[in-house]
């Protein structure tokens, strides 16, 4: 049998068979290009694939918009460029995927709603609150970002033993606020310049902002604002107004603002999102 088309007898004289070996090399070749176009097609497949996946996790890294979602619904929030350091922190906490499954450990009617705590995730309710990443960020307080109802706002330790005021590498707190008189301002604006040594006065838009919409004025130039709610008011609302031990007087009163029944989150990035307005 001839095995090989280079194949010859002993003596290397030809025989009989050597008509044979160009038809054999030619299927030779035919079946090496076959299957050489074979490779370079699924090659070609996974390099396509593999750009789409990338370009996908790209995507999703620069993203702005942020959906919250939890059991009251969902919020959906909007990052700042102008507050860089939390923006790209938000953004590589939730690709992740850190802040799923953890909860809002503090809820406080007309105030605010806070979470972000990794430790949120266990089942000892009693250390909500203290935990973070293992690091924290550098402030980004800025008087054009103020803590007007919705904004996405980095939670912190307070001034005493945390004097350069750096944000929690993961708490936060969105606002919920009511509208505000006229004189609150006006009261918050002197205690603010009290704070930061003067110089501070709030714009007509953002008085009009915090007369007519609400917020927490008072924490202004006092925490970073990173980002504010679009959409999902309504669940900031169910969500602020949980029962806690504090507003139904039922439950451990430890945890005064904790909600009675869990609230869940998990918070994934919407590339493709466009706002309706």
């Given at each position: 049998m001839?095995?090989?088309?280079?194949?010859?007898?002993e003596g290397g004289?030809?025989?009989?068979?050597?008509?044979?070996a160009p038809t054999l090399q030619e299927k030779q070749r035919k079946l090496l290009m076959k299957r050489l176009l074979s490779t370079l097609t699924v090659i070609a497949a996974l390099s396509f694939t593999l750009q789409g996946c990338a370009q996908s996790?790209?995507?999703?890294?620069?993203?702005?918009?942020?959906?919250?979602d939890t059991s009251a619904g969902r919020m959906i929030v909007k990052l700042y460029d102008e507050t860089p350091i939390h923006r790209d922190n938000f953004r590589k906490l939730t690709n992740e995927g850190f802040f799923d499954g953890s909860s809002f450990h503090?809820?406080?009617?007309?105030?605010?709603?806070?979470?972000?705590?990794?430790?949120?995730?266990?089942?000892?309710?009693?250390?909500?609150?203290?935990?973070?990443?293992?690091?924290?960020?550098?402030?980004?307080?800025?008087?054009?970002?103020?803590?007007?109802?919705?904004?996405?706002?980095?939670?912190?330790?307070?001034?005493?033993?945390?004097?350069?005021?750096?944000?929690?590498?993961?708490?936060?707190?969105?606002?919920?606020?009511?509208p505000l008189p006229e004189e609150m301002l006006t009261q918050a604006e002197m205690q603010i310049n009290q704070s930061i040594g003067g110089g501070?006065?709030?714009?007509?838009?953002?008085?009009?902002?915090?007369?007519?919409?609400?917020?927490?004025p008072w924490l202004d130039m006092q925490y970073s604002v990173f980002g504010e709610l679009v959409e999902g008011f309504d669940v900031l609302d169910v969500i602020a107004t949980a029962p806690t031990p504090r507003s139904t007087g039922e439950g451990d009163p430890r945890l005064a603002d904790m909600?009675?029944?869990?609230?869940?989150?998990?918070?994934?990035?919407?590339?493709?999102?466009?706002?309706?307005?």
């Open positions: 001839v095995n090989d088309v280079n194949w010859l007898p004289t030809a025989s009989a068979h050597d008509h044979l996790t790209e995507q999703e890294s620069m993203s702005t918009y942020f959906a919250i503090r809820v406080i009617s007309g105030f605010m709603i806070q979470g972000g705590d990794p430790n949120s995730k266990d089942e000892d309710p009693y250390n909500d609150g203290m935990g973070g990443p293992g690091y924290t960020l550098e402030a980004e307080i800025t008087p054009s970002l103020i803590n007007r109802r919705g904004a996405l706002v980095a939670a912190r330790q307070g001034d005493q033993v945390n004097p350069e005021r750096r944000s929690s590498g993961s708490q936060f707190y969105v606002v919920q606020g009511r501070f006065s709030y714009t007509d838009a953002q008085r009009e902002i915090y007369v007519t919409k609400g917020g927490a909600p009675l029944e869990r609230i869940e989150m998990t918070v994934t990035a919407l590339p493709d999102y466009t706002p309706s307005n």
